[in-house]
């Protein structure tokens, strides 16, 4: 029960912008908000945690009724967050406002503008000391400290948990690599911090998941601990299906994959990035397309689906980049893909350079999600860049493309059939098929909710073409 006359304590994970209607499909929660309510919880606090996007509404003046506000944001899901702070403070004027979170982390002086305390990096070692006044400082830093003194993650605080299709699960913080467009290392360091094996296990018996999703930013960057990990996961009887986050570089390891998808793995969400080898290696990607081309393969050869993220917009990109990667998905059997325009995080070598080199267009944050075009390419205008993604978005993810898929396989299913080879029909078809339904039809609504910001982009063309006219020596941005 909650201790008498300790204060209510309300955590929100605030929506993205309406123009962002992916952010309708991310129904997952962020872990740090659920640890850090189940330290507070532990304490004997009253706790509750509202996720604006597993909500399905804003969040309101009674849900907002609390002694202390805990916002943590993104980079597009700041202006939201500083928003819902702004509210909290007109109706309760002598509540606490404490704002975390990667961009706040990046950006603290901007949070400072609407919370008591910023948290700049994980806020498990100070959140208690921070709720109980212990911390008078405006700006909160807190040093990285090991995962294994969080407590097992409670989402019992979290409204509308039920939603929740698929668990998540951290096991791990950080990574050794250095991908420049990345904030991940600039937020939980290039260091690889890891959740012991026996308390991962011991948060999998407690959940009784069906379905999870590893957080991880890298789920097998030591491969010796995955090994033993998706051992632990065979043997312990629990059955789920699971999905995670992985580079190209698992697969140099075939044994490895196998032994994934003998635990229960059935997709990977692999950062390709690019097929442009230049922009990989300007990236500092640490891979290269032989090696792409030769995962895929090791994945599929193992009945694993793949989720392919590439990134357009990089200053080796020109206008032929994008039909040639969704070309390259569809040819290489890719069963889903996200395609993003490069958003330059604050706090990542990339904001930094295109700041200093005046490319950036504008600092509004709603649109730092990587569907939006927000900076000066060099190999092509922001138009073009933002129209290229949205040509390579419906080439794939195309109502032809689906049927197409859909008649093949009913062939190849039958074909197989007449020789008694059931087992050899290709499941990762027919997923990919329902990724192209849903996918053509989200793009569409994507469309709809954003041709205010293509005639942005078209406004800012035409500005360009005239000052060239009276400035031709010039190259305005």
Same mark, same amino acid.
């Given at each position: 029960?909650?201790g008498? %006359?300790?204060?209510?304590?309300?955590?929100?994970?605030?929506r #993205?912008?309406?123009?962002?209607?992916?952010?309708?499909?991310?129904?997952?929660?962020?872990?740090?908000?659920i640890?850090?309510?189940? +330290?507070?919880?532990?304490?004997?606090?009253?706790v509750? &945690?509202?996720?604006?996007?597993?909500?399905?509404?804003?969040?309101?003046? /009674?849900? !907002?009724?609390?002694?202390v506000?805990? &916002?943590?944001?993104?980079?597009?899901?700041?202006?939201? #967050?500083?928003?819902?702070?702004?509210?909290?403070?007109?109706?309760?004027?002598?509540?606490?406002?404490?704002?975390?979170?990667?961009?706040?982390?990046?950006?603290? $002086?901007?949070?400072? !503008?609407?919370?008591?305390?910023?948290?700049?990096? @994980?806020? @498990?070692p100070? =959140?208690? $000391? +921070?709720?109980?006044?212990?911390?008078?400082?405006?700006?909160?830093?807190? *040093?990285? +400290?090991?995962?294994d003194?969080?407590?097992?993650?409670?989402?019992?605080?979290?409204?509308?948990?039920?939603?929740m299709?698929?668990?998540?699960?951290?096991?791990s913080?950080?990574?050794?690599?250095?991908?420049?467009?990345?904030?991940v290392?600039?937020?939980?360091?290039?260091?690889?911090?890891?959740l012991?094996? $026996?308390?991962?296990?011991?948060s999998?018996?407690?959940?009784?998941?069906?379905?999870?999703?590893?957080?991880?930013?890298?789920?097998? /960057?030591?491969?010796s601990?995955?090994?033993e990990?998706?051992?632990?996961?065979?043997r312990? #009887?629990?059955?789920?299906?699971?999905?995670?986050?992985?580079?190209?570089?698992?697969?140099?390891?075939p044994?490895?994959?196998?032994?994934?998808?003998?635990?229960?793995?059935? *997709?990977?969400?692999?950062?390709?990035?690019?097929?442009?080898?230049a922009?990989?290696?300007?990236?500092?990607? /640490?891979?290269?397309?032989?090696?792409?081309?030769?995962?895929?393969?090791?994945?599929?050869?193992?009945?694993?689906?793949?989720?392919?993220?590439?990134?357009?917009?990089?200053?080796d990109?020109?206008?032929?980049?994008?039909?040639?990667?969704?070309?390259?998905?569809n040819?290489h059997? =890719?069963?889903?893909?996200?395609?993003? +325009?490069?958003a330059?995080?604050?706090?990542?070598?990339?904001?930094?350079?295109f700041?200093?080199?005046?490319?950036?267009i504008?600092?509004?944050? $709603?649109?730092?999600?990587?569907?939006?075009?927000?900076?000066v390419?060099r190999?092509?205008?922001?138009?073009e860049l *933002?129209?290229?993604?949205i040509d390579a978005?419906?080439?794939?993810?195309?109502?032809?493309?689906?049927?197409?898929?859909?008649?093949?396989?009913?062939?190849?299913y039958?074909?197989? /059939?007449?020789?008694?080879?059931?087992?050899?029909v290709?499941?990762?078809?027919?997923?990919?098929?329902?990724?192209?339904?849903?996918?053509?039809?989200?793009?569409?609504?994507?469309?709809?909710?954003?041709?205010?910001?293509?005639?942005?982009?078209?406004?800012i063309?035409?500005?360009?073409?005239?000052?060239?006219?009276?400035?031709?020596?010039? %190259?305005?941005?």
């Amino acid at each position: 029960m909650p201790g008498k %006359n300790k204060p209510k304590i309300v955590f929100v994970e605030p929506r #993205g912008s309406s123009e962002n209607v992916f952010s309708k499909f991310m129904s997952l929660p962020l872990m740090g908000p659920i640890y850090l309510a189940t +330290i507070l919880k532990k304490k004997g606090y009253d706790v509750t &945690v509202f996720n604006e996007n597993l909500l399905g509404r804003d969040v309101s003046c /009674a849900d !907002l009724q609390a002694d202390v506000l805990c &916002v943590s944001i993104l980079t597009l899901t700041a202006n939201r #967050g500083y928003e819902i702070a702004r509210r909290f403070k007109l109706q309760n004027p002598a509540g606490k406002v404490i704002i975390g979170g990667i961009h706040a982390s990046m950006m603290p $002086d901007e949070a400072a !503008l609407f919370a008591d305390h910023v948290v700049i990096g @994980e806020g @498990e070692p100070a =959140i208690v $000391d +921070i709720v109980e006044g212990k911390v008078k400082d405006k700006f909160v830093r807190t *040093q990285h +400290i090991d995962m294994d003194a969080y407590p097992l993650p409670d989402f019992s605080m979290l409204v509308n948990n039920r939603k929740m299709k698929i668990t998540p699960v951290i096991t791990s913080r950080g990574c050794p690599f250095g991908c420049n467009f990345c904030s991940v290392t600039e937020m939980f360091g290039r260091g690889y911090r890891t959740l012991s094996i $026996d308390n991962v296990m011991k948060s999998l018996h407690a959940l009784k998941p069906k379905k999870v999703f590893f957080y991880d930013d890298n789920f097998a /960057a030591m491969r010796s601990r995955t090994y033993e990990m998706v051992k632990r996961f065979k043997r312990s #009887g629990l059955g789920f299906r699971w999905s995670a986050q992985v580079r190209t570089d698992v697969t140099n390891d075939p044994k490895l994959i196998e032994k994934m998808a003998d635990a229960g793995c059935s *997709q990977v969400y692999v950062g390709f990035e690019s097929i442009n080898p230049a922009t990989l290696k300007r990236f500092n990607k /640490a891979q290269g397309l032989e090696q792409i081309k030769r995962s895929i393969k090791v994945f599929h050869d193992n009945s694993i689906d793949i989720h392919g993220m590439f990134i357009f917009g990089s200053d080796d990109d020109d206008k032929k980049v994008f039909l040639r990667t969704s070309e390259f998905c569809n040819e290489h059997g =890719i069963n889903s893909t996200q395609f993003a +325009i490069l958003a330059p995080l604050p706090g990542t070598s990339i904001y930094k350079d295109f700041e200093s080199q005046g490319r950036l267009i504008h600092k509004n944050w $709603d649109y730092y999600d990587a569907l939006h075009a927000v900076f000066v390419p060099r190999k092509m205008t922001p138009l073009e860049l *933002q129209e290229g993604m949205i040509d390579a978005f419906q080439d794939f993810y195309s109502y032809t493309r689906a049927v197409n898929d859909a008649i093949n396989i009913f062939f190849e299913y039958n074909a197989n /059939a007449i020789r008694g080879l059931y087992s050899n029909v290709s499941m990762p078809s027919f997923s990919t098929v329902g990724f192209r339904l849903m996918g053509a039809k989200i793009v569409k609504d994507w469309m709809k909710h954003n041709t205010h910001y293509f005639e942005f982009l078209e406004a800012i063309e035409r500005k360009k073409q005239a000052l060239r006219q009276f400035y031709p020596e010039k %190259n305005p941005v």
